[in-house]
């Protein structure tokens, strides 16, 4: 079946350096979406990516969806401990799969002061 | 204020006690669904909704039930619940399948089965 891959799992960084998260999708997909959840918290939607090579900034954070419509990325400069959470790419499926939205594992991202 | 309601946050039950999870949402949105999370497994999907009447099995469907009778709640059912279902459960809602808009998450049920 469908499988969306993140990596890393985990990534420890000091404040003020950068972090990046990578997404790899079994097939191509329709959009792709990235959610952050907080430690305790819920997931919250971030932000969608609809077309091919599609680049989208939300202030420090910098989201990618590849050209193959297989691959996304989520970068964030100069990190702050605002940024710690876990960040979830997320692919709809398509067909009779339509319905479903699979997630990747998430990258847990910690940030020392 | 847009939201999605889930009750209750916590619960212990024992193995075997039916129990029920609500979940309710105010956007007037399509498309309801449910996820449990496991450390390391990230969010799977048990079952979801794309609407009234009609739902369907995600990854994880077994042991679960739900029903989908009005737009606005989508409850999660556990006839007889089992130790491996303690998990973290979020209910999840958006505009239609495929989240163009994003989903918009509750903010979770902890369930511990003893």
């Known amino acids: 079946g469908q499988q969306v891959m993140q990596i890393p799992q985990y990534q420890h960084v000091q404040e003020g350096e950068d972090f990046t998260t990578y997404c790899n999708s079994s097939t191509t997909l329709s959009n792709i979406q990235w959610y952050k959840q907080r430690p305790g918290g819920h997931p919250v939607f971030l932000i969608q990516?609809?077309?091919?090579?599609e680049v989208k900034k939300q202030k420090r954070l910098t989201f990618q969806f590849g050209e193959a419509k297989k691959n996304s990325s989520l970068h964030i400069t100069a990190t702050q401990t605002t940024d710690v959470g876990t960040y979830f790419c997320a692919g709809p499926g398509r067909g009779s799969t339509l319905g479903r939205l699979y997630f990747g594992r998430g990258t847990q991202l910690t940030v020392w002061p | 204020e847009a939201q999605v309601t889930q009750n209750p946050r916590y619960l212990i039950t024992v193995t075997g006690k039916k129990l029920t999870v609500t979940c309710s949402q105010n956007?007037?949105?399509?498309?309801m669904s449910w996820y449990r999370q496991d450390p390391g497994l990230g969010l799977r999907q048990i079952y979801y909704s794309m609407n009234v009447e009609v739902t369907d099995k995600g990854d994880v469907p077994e042991g679960y039930k739900v029903s989908r009778k009005e737009k606005r709640n989508f409850p999660l059912i556990l006839e007889s619940p089992s130790p491996n279902q303690t998990s973290l459960y979020f209910c999840?809602?958006?505009?239609?399948?495929?989240?163009?808009?994003?989903?918009?998450f509750g903010s979770g049920t902890r369930l511990t089965v003893v």
């Open positions: 990516l609809v077309k091919s090579g």
């Open positions: 956007m007037n949105h399509e498309y």
């Open positions: 999840a809602s958006s505009l239609s399948a495929g989240g163009s808009y994003g989903y918009t």
